[in-house]
């Protein structure tokens, strides 16, 4: 797997309808969620506050030591939910899979990307994830 210094050296080493696609979804994401804090794990973009909120996972990442690049092309740039099992999700727009708690969608263009429905699921995950938050302890 590739390790990046700054999220400019991923974006530099990514496709250029990846990079589109990532900035769009990234600058969705520090606006609705401007409390949390944009780190690099696994060498993609994560936003963390009490927990990590969500994620933005361009296809050309290779996962782990076997994995190919472009191993998930077909479906496009992953856009995950952390918490999507807690997540409403009436409109189904977040895809399960196999997984239990993990929810995601997929964009292959720029055109894709529905800003209202982006945002209406970040304001949810954000208030999923203020439950999360350490309670102050009173001393008694």
Known sequence: MAQFESLDDLLNSLT??????????????????????????????????????????????????????????????????CQGNLMANKDGALLKENRKQVYCMYFKKLSEIDEQQIRALLFEADLIDQTFSKKKKTKT
């Open 16 to 81: 250029k309808d990846e990079q589109l696609i990532v900035k769009k979804l990234r600058s969705i994401v520090l606006d609705c969620l401007p409390k949390a804090e944009e780190k690099l794990n696994y060498g993609a973009p994560y936003y963390v506050r009490n927990r990590m909120i969500c994620f933005i996972w361009p296809p050309s990442l290779t996962w782990g030591i076997q994995a190919k690049p472009g191993k998930h092309a077909d479906k496009g740039v992953s856009f995950g939910f």
